[in-house]
């Protein structure tokens, strides 16, 4: 015989189970006839406009709805679009391999002042103000980078009037000031939306997974597409691409020599094949030196932050010198895919007829840069063709603003803002790598550590590339150096003690225990 008790909570329990299942196809039924009627509207829509733009305004529809909700969303959002989508359509034997309307608009829209990321990006600023305005918090907080960030971006709208006001092209300015703009902006949303050390960790995860996914566009590229042969192609990507390969082989180094974090290192690890034939397939000299730099600045960082670590260090660099040395003689006369990065160094002190084609145009091109900035002491302005002494190639067809936006970003920056902008661009430079490096030593939380000796590093090299490829003017390189500007001065705020050093672990349990026994 069932007591009361119990069949008080049978019957309950029968009670909420027939709610459930009543709450349940309620739900079932509803999700169908929604999807019911809205599924023939889609269709005749799609017929209408086109399914690819249909499924791009559900795609933007819900990235506005996610971003309204939770602001740090645009974060993501905004790194993932450089990480993963090229500045222009990649070509592959001549065509589009696909378009992505992220840094440029569809054919109907073309000739837009802002482009669809910038226009993301003040969407973002709007919501976090609004968010910030409703909880009456203060709406931006600019931190310690603030002040040279927007003396240098004075500096170019002191470029830019001068630029107007002596006859220089609207449409050119905007394009050669939108990296700047776009350096800026991305600096400001990530000091701004970053705010827990899983936001940094979740980043670190979107740029490894981000570079497999090219890593295995690459691959397929060069293997199915190219059929495994790089006769006639100077790359097989956009140029930034290998950049960001290279920051990857930077952070597996990092993960080795400082904080092992499994995780991340194992994966990176696992795309790192695949990575590597990108890279060579990628063919961009100026990555390899950009990264023996980059892994110099890392090992010296890792060298002052680890005091007890250094005898293995010194022996490791010693090591790596000698076998990557080995490595360069042995192969830098191969013709195979393997010595690639040792013909890569080589030819930057002797470079062959293609290569040495290649370096003459760059240093016809620096030296009318010179001559223009001769001529214009004070900056030249935005928006003019720079002067040609020495007359370069007419390369119209393959770049329409060849005369405007020189290889060599960093005498652009020098010839359009004349000595005082140039001296705010290396003041907001030298900013981000001393802080950088402050930080770094000051942090406690080795991972953090790690992340601020992975940003001066990147910086660094984003320096070296921008001596001749584009490095200032490609969209997703700016707009990364930014983001990564951003996280850098947010690391202090989120410094613990539970991944210390194990020295700085053991002084502290030995302080703990000598104050233990006075007690």
């Known amino acids: 015989m069932k007591s009361p008790a119990y069949l008080a909570t049978y019957q309950t329990t029968a009670t909420i189970d027939h709610e459930q299942k009543r709450s349940d196809t309620l739900l079932f039924a509803g999700i169908f006839v929604a999807v019911f009627l809205v599924t023939p509207l889609l269709i005749m829509l799609g017929l209408m406009i086109g399914f690819s733009y249909l499924l791009g305004s559900i795609i933007v529809l819900a990235v506005i709805a996610s971003i309204v909700t939770w602001p740090v969303v645009g974060f993501y959002m905004i790194a993932a679009s450089a990480l993963l989508v090229e500045q222009e359509a990649l070509l592959v034997n001549g065509k589009p391999l696909y378009s992505l309307y992220v840094f440029y608009w569809p054919p109907r829209y073309d000739g837009l002042i802002e482009r669809p990321i910038g226009f993301l990006?003040?969407?973002?600023?709007?919501?976090?103000?609004?968010?910030?305005?409703?909880?009456?918090?203060?709406?931006l907080y600019g931190g310690e980078l603030f002040w040279p960030f927007l003396l240098f971006i004075l500096c170019v709208a002191y470029g830019v009037v001068h630029g107007l006001t002596s006859g220089g092209n609207l449409k050119i300015i905007v394009l050669e000031v939108r990296p700047f703009w776009y350096l800026f902006l991305s600096y400001l949303l990530a000091y701004n939306l970053i705010s827990h050390k899983k936001h940094v960790r979740l980043f670190l995860w979107l740029v490894i997974l981000s570079a497999g996914v090219k890593s295995l566009e690459g691959v397929?590229?060069?293997l199915v597409l190219y059929h495994g042969s790089l006769l006639g192609h100077h790359e097989i990507m956009a140029h930034e691409e290998s950049f960001f390969f290279i920051a990857i082989i930077l952070l597996v180094v990092l993960f080795c020599l400082h904080y092992r974090y499994r995780p991340q290192l194992y994966t990176a690890l696992a795309i790192l094949p695949f990575l590597i034939v990108a890279t060579v397939a990628n063919q961009r000299r100026a990555d390899y030196l950009a990264l023996l730099i980059g892994l110099l600045v890392a090992w010296i960082l890792v060298f002052i932050v680890k005091p007890k670590a250094r005898t293995w260090l010194a022996i490791t660099l010693l090591l790596t010198v000698i076998l990557g040395a080995a490595y360069v003689a042995a192969f830098y006369k191969s013709s195979g895919s393997i010595g690639e990065p040792a013909r890569a160094v080589v030819s930057i002190f002797y470079p062959d007829a293609t290569e040495e084609a290649s370096n003459l145009y760059r240093n016809i091109e620096n030296y009318d840069l010179k001559?223009?900035?001769?001529?214009n002491p004070m900056g030249m302005g935005f928006g003019k063709q720079f002067l040609e002494p020495i007359p370069l190639p007419n390369i119209l067809i393959l770049d329409p603003y060849y005369l405007y936006i020189p290889h060599n970003t960093i005498y652009w920056v020098w010839m359009r803002l004349g000595p005082i902008g140039f001296g705010a661009f290396w003041f907001l430079i030298g900013s981000i790598i001393v802080r950088g490096c402050l930080i770094a030593r000051r942090l406690r939380d080795r991972y953090l550590q790690l992340v601020a000796i992975f940003v001066v590093s990147v910086t660094v090299m984003e320096i070296i590339v921008a001596y001749a490829d584009y490095q200032l003017y490609f969209y997703r390189n700016v707009i990364y150096l930014g983001l990564l500007a951003g996280i850098l001065m947010k690391l202090p705020a989120f410094d613990t003690k539970e991944d210390a050093p194990a020295h700085e672990a053991t002084d502290a349990n030995a302080q703990l225990a000598l104050t233990n026994g006075r007690r």
């Open 220 to 222: 397929y590229i060069y």
């Open 121 to 139: 990006m003040l969407f973002i600023f709007f919501v976090l103000i609004c968010h910030r305005f409703v909880r009456r918090e203060r709406l």
């Open 371 to 375: 001559y223009t900035l001769r001529l």
